[in-house]
């Protein structure tokens, strides 16, 4: 990881710096054009002032010789009358050339021509004056190439040195950005052991805090296989031993039957365990998709308690509904299962001549279930757990009522699937009180 991230620095490092040479030559380019434009308009407003007598003097040409610099009048025609590095020689028609026509029509011109002869750019400026002739100033100047060859090695040797720099730098940062990640992925604790970027802190914590996650969620996967292989192999036990009675001949007509009971049971809490299981399994599948309807929360609520109206006169428990309906976008079959799970467990863990009562409200803008008994309740010790799976605070009663410490697990699991507030309060003695807000 360290060279791969290295070596994507070094290449980052050289292309910034070509991108940074080839545009410091765009510019040192366009600095140096306007800069003799500058100097060949300067000599250009000097002849125009002082006039030809100017180039009559020795001494001025000389000047004009040194320094690079041409003048050419070029007459209308296109004619050359005077050209100051060519002297008295004919010299062939101008007029085709592109400063002197853009002089003619705007009046003036600029042009930069190649010679291979002298490996020297000139640069051209002309000027349309007041008797329709056209001035031209030009002067010769080394090729910009030509210049970065002179300093070709200098930059050579400089932009070497800035790769070589960025490549001892990204080694140094590199390994003091990766240390901590290292140290993560070896001793998650001492992660946080030495100086480190107060950058990367966040990107730290957040790592130790998904590797506590993923050591609490392995944690509960092998509570929930040891606690799923408990739950099942005791009710495969009372079958298999009643089978093995009922087989063996052992067992009378009275107690046959007895036993028959006994694997029904048995059979019966196994597959509501199964069923559990399966749709705890099918709630933490992330991928699965819930079909969402308008789902009157009300209505819902009344179709439960008449479902479970038996089995609440069985053990001597009243059903109540009150409040209004509210319609909310929920799946159907998960808030049938949530209810179901709800009022079975305030009906399983009540008094003879208690109460189960659903209240459906509106609070704060959002609808409300309610679900109150007047049973056993929990102490304060063990609420914060019940909502986890295979929890039981009193594990024989729960087996003995049916129970497979699954329904709060589930009920906390639909509530999520449906971003809802789910919170419990209960006193022993006086009842349990659990609110969702939807």
Not at 40 to 58: C, M, N, Q, V, W
Not at 154 to 179: A, D, E, Q, Y
Not at 355 to 380: C, K, Q
Request: aromatic share 8%.
């Amino acid at each position: 990881m360290k060279k791969k991230i290295n070596i994507q620095f070094i290449l980052l490092s050289s292309f910034a710096v070509v991108v940074t040479a080839a545009a410091s030559m765009v510019l040192f380019y366009s600095i140096f054009k306007n800069q003799v434009y500058d100097d060949i308009k300067d000599y250009t407003h000097i002849i125009r002032a002082y006039g030809p007598e100017f180039l009559k003097s020795d001494k001025n040409r000389e000047f004009l010789k040194k320094d690079g610099i041409r003048v050419t009048f070029i007459q209308k025609d296109g004619s050359v009358s005077y050209d100051s590095s060519m002297g008295q020689q004919v010299m062939e028609n101008h007029k085709g050339r592109p400063e002197i026509q853009e002089a003619l029509r705007q009046g003036s011109g600029t042009t930069v021509r190649w010679s291979a002869t002298s490996s020297l750019h000139t640069f051209y400026y002309a000027e349309r004056l007041e008797d329709g002739t056209v001035l031209r100033i030009g002067k010769d100047s080394e090729n910009i190439s030509h210049m970065l060859k002179r300093t070709g090695a200098i930059v050579l040797v400089v932009s070497l040195f800035v790769v070589l720099f960025c490549g001892m730098l990204s080694r140094c940062l590199t390994k003091k950005l990766l240390s901590p990640i290292e140290k993560l992925a070896s001793n998650p604790d001492g992660a946080s052991q030495g100086p480190i970027y107060q950058e990367i802190e966040p990107f730290i914590q957040r790592i130790k805090e998904q590797h506590i996650n993923i050591l609490d969620h392995v944690r509960m996967r092998q509570e929930f296989t040891a606690n799923v292989s408990h739950e099942l192999k005791t009710p495969l036990t009372a079958i298999s031993g009643y089978a093995e009675l009922i087989g063996s001949g052992m067992a009378g007509e009275k107690d046959a039957k007895r036993f028959a009971h006994e694997i029904r049971t048995s059979s019966d809490r196994l597959l509501g365990l199964i069923n559990d299981i399966l749709k705890l399994s099918e709630l933490d599948d992330k991928e699965q998709e819930f079909e969402l309807e308008q789902v009157n929360l009300y209505k819902a609520a009344r179709s439960c308690l008449d479902m479970m109206d038996m089995q609440a006169a069985k053990q001597g428990v009243t059903l109540r509904l009150q409040g209004e309906g509210c319609t909310i976008s929920a799946n159907r079959n998960l808030i049938d299962e949530l209810l179901y799970n709800l009022c079975s467990n305030g009906i399983q863990y009540n008094n003879r001549g208690g109460t189960v009562t659903v209240t459906v409200a509106r609070e704060h803008g959002r609808a409300m279930l309610l679900v109150e008994d007047t049973g056993i309740g929990i102490p304060r010790e063990y609420q914060d757990r019940v909502f986890e799976r295979f929890y039981r605070v009193d594990k024989g009663r729960s087996r003995q009522k049916g129970g497979t410490g699954l329904g709060l697990a589930i009920v906390k699991h639909i509530a999520a699937q449906h971003n809802a507030e789910l919170s419990l309060e209960s006193e022993p003695g006086k009842g349990t009180r659990v609110k969702m807000l939807f």
